[in-house]
């Protein structure tokens, strides 16, 4: 049993001595902190000029689909490096499977287009 055990014992160490020192830095960090509040360090910072709007705000649905479709075609431009360092050596069968994914992505693009999901106002 210990046998099975031990090859594991410098990693738990190693994840030990991480948590240990996360917190000791943070249990010296708040012991020494100066703590001395007043009214202009507690207000919220908005580059001097006082906020106009509270802080939580409602977001548009619409932002956040954006996002996701940003993401999504740039993660289509991630899987297209490696296709194109790799092109030579696939040959014709790489190039109908990226041609078959880029389809794919290009009629998910034209449906969202579509649904006005890319519209902003």
Request: charged share 10%; with cysteine.
């Amino acid at each position: 049993m210990y046998q099975a055990i031990s090859p594991y014992v410098p990693v738990l160490i190693l994840i030990l001595l991480a948590v240990l020192f996360g917190v000791v830095t943070l249990l010296i960090a708040w012991l020494v902190r100066p703590n001395a509040p007043y009214s202009e360090k507690l207000s919220p910072y908005e580059c001097g000029v006082e906020p106009l709007q509270p802080g939580k705000l409602r977001m548009s649905i619409r932002f956040f689909v954006i996002v996701l479709l940003f993401l999504l075609f740039d993660v289509e431009a991630v899987f297209m490096y490696p296709w194109a360092v790799m092109y030579k050596p696939l040959g014709w069968w790489g190039f109908i499977e990226m041609a078959l994914f880029v389809i794919i992505l290009f009629v998910g693009y034209i449906y969202a287009w579509l649904k006005g999901a890319l519209e902003w106002e």
